[in-house]
C-alpha cells in the first residue's frame, strides 16, 4: 500500500500544498480532484519521482517509495513520437517483457492501427496509445494525470477495463481527473487552493 | 544493461526515420569545408598544410547541429520523463544519448574526413593522425555535447546558449587534435597528441553524463 504522511511542495515560488497525509491500500484507487493549480499534476510527479517534496514522507509497503520500482505515469503530455508507427512507439515500454505489443494495442482498440505512423492518430487515439504502455508496465503503482482528455465515450469503457484488472491484481491508481471516472469504490481527495 | 540497448536501439530507430536531420550534419560539414578552397584559393601548398584545422573546425560546428533536438524532442513531447521513470539513472540515459549522438554523428564525420582531406591535398601519410585523432575527439565532442544539451535543457533560447557553452569545453580537443595532425606533416611523432586525447576522453566518459544526468533530473522537476 501507499502511504504519504505530511506531504509539501512548492511549483516555483508558490507552496501549492502542505500537510497532506493519504493512503491507498493495495487494489485501492485515488482520485485527485480541485480547481486549476490546485496541484494535482505537482502532486502526481512527486509520486512518480519526477518532483521533489519540500517536506512530508511517501512509504511504499513501509519503505520508502523512492526505493520501489519506478511507477507508472501517464502526463499531460501523451509522448508519442509522430515518425514512429504505433506499435514501434510502444517498443521501448514493451522491454520489460509483459505482456505483448500487439496485445496492448488490441486492448486499447488500435489493432487495425498498429502499422500506421503515430503523426496520423488523431489526439484520442494517441491518448489511446499513451494508454497503451500501461497494459505493458510491471508497475503497480499507476499514476495518471487526465486519463480521459480527448477519449471517447467507448475508450473510457476499455480503461476502466484496465484499471479494474490492475486493481484486482493488487496494484493502485491515483489519478487526477476533471471527469467522472470508471472507478468503483475510489476514494477522493479533494485539492484546495490555499493562499499564501 | 538491457534497457540501456533498449534505449540504445530506439535512438537509431528515430534518427533513421528522420534521415534528413541526421544527414544535415554530415551535409555541413561537407559543404562548410568546401567553402575554403574557395575562400583561399586552390594552391595545394596552403590547402594542404592548413586541412587539419579546417577538418577539425568544420566537424566541432557539425557535431553542434543536432545537440539542440538531442533532449529537445523528448522533452518537449514528454518521453523524458518515461525515460527517466524506466529504472536506469539518468546518467544512464544521457550516456546512452551520448552514444547514439556519436553513432548518428561522430561516426560520420569520420567516415567523411578522409575523403575531405584528399580533397584539401593533404599528403596521404599524413591522414592517419588526423582519423587517429577524430575518433577520440568526436566521442569527447558527443560527450561535452550530451553535457551542455542536458545543461541548457528547459532554457529560454538553448540552441543559442548550447554553442556559447560547449565551444569553450571543446577547446582542449580541438588544440591536440589539430596538434597531432599537424606534427606528423613536421617528421614527428603524434603519439603523445594522442595519448592526451585519449585522457580527456577518459576523463569525459564518466563525467559529462554524470553532469549531464543531473542537468536532465533539473529540467524535468
Not at chain 1, 26 to 43: E, V, W
Not at chain 1, 62 to 77: I, S, W
Not at chain 2, 5 to 28: K, N, P, V, Y
Not at chain 2, 150 to 166: E, K, M, Q, S, W
Amino acid at each position: 500500500m501507499l502511504r504519504a504522511e505530511g506531504l509539501a511542495a512548492f511549483r516555483g515560488e508558490r507552496l501549492v500544498f502542505r500537510d497532506l497525509s493519504f493512503a491507498v491500500p493495495a487494489g485501492g484507487a485515488l482520485l485527485l480532484t480541485g480547481p486549476n493549480g490546485s496541484g494535482k499534476s505537482t502532486l502526481l510527479r512527486l509520486l512518480a519521482g519526477l518532483g521533489r517534496a519540500e517536506a512530508g514522507a511517501l512509504l511504499w509497503d513501509g519503505a520508502p517509495l523512492a526505493e520501489a520500482p519506478p511507477a507508472a505515469y501517464l502526463g499531460h503530455l501523451d509522448a508519442v513520437k509522430p515518425g514512429l508507427s504505433a506499435a514501434e512507439n510502444l517498443r521501448f515500454a514493451a522491454r520489460a517483457g509483459r505482456g505483448s505489443i500487439p496485445g496492448a494495442l488490441a486492448a486499447l482498440g488500435l489493432g487495425p492501427l498498429a502499422d500506421l505512423p503515430a503523426r496520423l492518430l488523431s489526439a484520442g487515439q494517441r491518448r489511446r496509445l499513451a494508454l497503451a504502455r500501461l497494459v505493458l508496465s510491471p508497475a503497480p503503482l499507476w499514476l495518471l494525470d487526465e486519463p480521459t482528455l480527448g477519449l471517447d465515450a467507448a475508450s473510457v469503457l476499455l480503461l476502466g477495463g484496465l484499471l479494474a484488472t490492475h486493481r484486482l491484481g493488487g496494484g493502485v491508481v491515483i489519478t487526477a481527473t476533471h471527469l467522472p471516472l470508471p472507478l468503483p469504490g475510489a476514494e477522493e481527495l479533494r485539492l484546495g487552493w490555499q493562499p499564501g | 544493461m538491457k534497457v540501456f540497448l533498449a534505449l540504445l536501439g530506439r535512438e537509431l530507430r528515430l534518427s533513421l526515420r528522420h534521415g534528413a536531420d541526421t544527414l544535415a550534419a554530415l551535409l555541413f560539414f561537407f559543404l562548410a569545408v568546401s567553402l575554403f578552397p574557395l575562400a583561399i584559393g586552390p594552391g595545394p601548398e596552403m590547402l594542404g598544410r592548413i586541412a587539419p584545422g579546417i577538418i577539425w573546425v568544420c566537424a566541432l560546428l557539425a557535431a553542434l547541429l543536432p545537440l539542440d533536438r538531442l533532449f529537445g524532442a523528448d522533452f518537449e513531447d514528454g518521453s523524458l520523463d518515461l525515460l527517466l521513470l524506466s529504472g536506469q539513472p539518468a546518467a544512464a540515459i544521457a550516456l546512452a544519448k551520448a552514444v547514439a549522438h556519436w553513432l548518428t554523428t561522430g561516426l560520420p564525420l569520420l567516415a567523411g574526413a578522409a575523403p575531405l582531406a584528399v580533397m584539401l591535398r593533404r599528403p596521404p601519410e599524413a591522414i592517419p593522425a588526423l582519423l587517429g585523432g577524430l575518433l577520440p575527439g568526436t566521442m569527447t565532442l558527443s560527450l561535452l555535447g550530451t553535457l551542455g544539451a542536458a545543461i541548457v535543457l528547459g532554457a529560454r533560447r538553448g540552441g543559442v546558449l548550447l554553442p556559447l557553452l560547449v565551444l569553450p569545453l571543446a577547446t582542449p580537443v580541438l588544440i591536440f587534435g589539430a596538434a597531432a595532425a599537424d606534427t606528423v606533416a613536421g617528421g614527428l611523432s603524434a603519439r603523445p597528441h594522442l595519448l592526451l586525447l585519449a585522457a580527456v576522453l577518459a576523463a569525459a566518459l564518466p563525467l559529462c553524463p554524470l553532469a549531464a544526468g543531473a542537468g536532465l533530473r533539473a529540467a524535468v522537476e
